[in-house]
């Protein structure tokens, strides 16, 4: 990294915390056409060593506990994709930096992601016929991005989803893409700089679904969490998808009445203090990289920052 860049994110995280957003880690090219944002380990490595010129990497329970965390990085893992453990733990645990997995328990329990369902329809044309059949309040655009539009009831379209592939029959089964209860015990407990958050139970659009909806979507993985997974951090909760559209007011009185103090986004920014609520949960920014480049992308998000 040349001197200009380094001095400018240096300056940067003089003010500035950050706490990265990754999802699949894999060479595998295919699932970035398959709307997986993955990135493959040799990116992931640059990413860490260039970042780690400027910013302390700590946990997620020392980044969200610190009164200012400028100078602070932090890595996140969303949704639980297996190939976090394969490729990214190695990388972590030889420059003993931590981590933490936002994972739905759903999954973890052996059921299908409804964005498996979607991405299903989407790979096979079949998303105009289901369209059809499922009454959506919204269905401008790509079929793959209304389907997660907040007029659109998350849990009403996975019911669709389901009764569509019943009277189709057609059967998705569950593959090794993502970790399941086992695969999470045994790596949480092997490698301490792991930890947990909950990631909502079926990875729903909070804003999307009813107040009961919400309330069993954020509670109801909160006790199995904690029962389970010894790195489970109670304080914290990773808002599904993560954008200020995704979640409501009641999705944070339900939190708040959850006792989680902390809700991490997905709004490509960096994280200040002076950004940070006295309100509860308090919201934590999270910026996902999307190219090889990451510290360009950092620093383009930087200068659009007043100050």
């Given at each position: 990294m040349d001197n200009h860049r380094q001095n400018t994110l240096r300056s940067l995280s003089k003010t500035h915390g950050l706490m990265l957003l990754y999802h699949s880690v894999s060479s595998d090219t295919g699932l970035s056409q398959n709307r997986i944002h993955n990135?493959?380990?040799?990116?992931?490595?640059?990413?860490?060593?260039?970042?780690?010129?400027?910013?302390?990497?700590?946990?997620?329970?020392?980044?969200?506990?610190?009164?200012?965390?400028a100078g602070l990085a932090t890595i996140t893992f969303d949704d639980g994709y297996r190939n976090v453990?394969?490729?990214?733990?190695?990388?972590?645990?030889?420059?003993?930096?931590?981590?933490?997995?936002?994972?739905?328990?759903?999954?973890?329990?052996?059921?299908?992601?409804?964005?498996?369902?979607?991405?299903?329809?989407?790979?096979?044309?079949?998303a105009e016929d289901f369209v059809a059949t499922c009454d959506l309040s919204v269905t401008e655009g790509t079929f793959y991005r209304f389907s997660k539009h907040p007029a659109n009831n998350s849990a009403l379209i996975d019911e669709c989803?389901?009764?569509?592939?019943?009277?189709?029959?057609?059967?998705?089964?569950?593959?090794?893409?993502?970790?399941?209860?086992?695969?999470?015990?045994?790596?949480?407990?092997?490698?301490?700089?792991?930890s947990v958050v909950n990631h909502g139970a079926r990875h729903y659009v909070l804003s999307s679904l009813t107040d009961e909806q919400q309330a069993h979507e954020i509670n109801e993985p909160r006790l199995w969490l904690s029962e389970c997974f010894r790195a489970c951090l109670e304080n914290v909760f990773s808002a599904p998808f993560g954008g200020s559209r995704d979640i409501n007011e009641k999705s944070l009185e339900i939190m708040a009445e959850a006792e989680y103090h902390n809700v991490l986004m997905s709004r490509q920014r960096l994280h200040r203090k002076d950004q940070m609520s006295s309100r509860t949960p308090c919201m934590i920014e999270r910026f996902m990289p999307r190219s090889e480049d990451a510290v360009e992308e950092i620093l383009k998000e930087y200068s659009k920052i007043p100050g």
């Open positions: 990135v493959s380990p040799d990116i992931f490595e640059k990413h860490i060593s260039e970042l780690y010129q400027a910013f302390l990497f700590v946990s997620m329970a020392e980044f969200v506990s610190a009164e200012d965390p453990l394969t490729n990214a733990l190695p990388i972590l645990e030889g420059a003993q930096i931590p981590a933490t997995l936002c994972v739905n328990s759903s999954v973890l329990q052996g059921q299908i992601n409804w964005r498996e369902k979607i991405r299903f329809l989407v790979q096979h044309d079949l989803l389901d009764k569509y592939f019943n009277d189709h029959g057609i059967e998705i089964t569950q593959d090794r893409t993502y970790m399941d209860s086992n695969d999470l015990k045994s790596c949480t407990k092997s490698h301490r700089i792991l």
